[in-house]
C-alpha cells in the first residue's frame, strides 16, 4: 500500500553535499514518522536521521550530527536529507522509512517496523 521513492543520490567528493529526497504515496504522509537509514556494502544497515510526523522532533545518528539535517514537507508528501561535509564513510545505499509510533516514541532502531523505499546510492570519493 505505501510506496517510497528515494531519489537524489549521486558521486560527490568530499566536503560536498546532496540531498535526498523521498516521495511517498498511498498512504497518510502527514500522520507517520520518517527515517532515513543508510546500508554500505559489507556493513549492517543503520539509522542516519529522523523526523516526527509534524517535523518538531528531529533524531540524528552521531556520525552525522552537525553534517545532516532531515526535514519533511507534509504539503509534498516529501521528507528531505541535506547532507554537507560530505565523507567518504557517507557511502552507502540510503533508505527512506515510514513508520508509526509505540507509545509516542518511533523506536528507530527497530528495523522490522514500517514501510521501505528501494534506496538511493550516495558515493563519496575521496
Known amino acids: 500500500q505505501v510506496q517510497l521513492v528515494e531519489s537524489g543520490g549521486g558521486l560527490v567528493q568530499a566536503g560536498g553535499s546532496l540531498r535526498l529526497s523521498c516521495a511517498a504515496s498511498?498512504?497518510?504522509?502527514?500522520?507517520?514518522?520518517m527515517g532515513w537509514y543508510r546500508q554500505a556494502p559489507g556493513k549492517q544497515r543503520e539509522f542516519v536521521a529522523g523526523?516526527?510526523?509534524?517535523?518538531?522532533?528531529?533524531y540524528y545518528a552521531d556520525s552525522v550530527k552537525g553534517r545532516f539535517t532531515i526535514s519533511r514537507d507534509n504539503a509534498k508528501n516529501t521528507v528531505y536529507l541535506q547532507m554537507n561535509s560530505l565523507k567518504p564513510e557517507d557511502t552507502a545505499v540510503y533508505l527512506c522509512?515510514?513508520?508509526?509510533?509505540?507509545?509516542?516514541?518511533?523506536?528507530?532502531?527497530?528495523?522490522?517496523?514500517?514501510?521501505w523505499g528501494q534506496g538511493t546510492q550516495v558515493t563519496v570519493s575521496s
Open positions: 522509512n515510514s513508520r508509526g509510533s509505540r507509545g509516542g516514541q518511533p523506536y528507530w532502531n527497530l528495523h522490522e517496523d514500517g514501510y
Open positions: 498511498g498512504s497518510t504522509f502527514s500522520i507517520n514518522n
Open positions: 523526523i516526527s510526523s509534524g517535523g518538531g522532533r528531529t
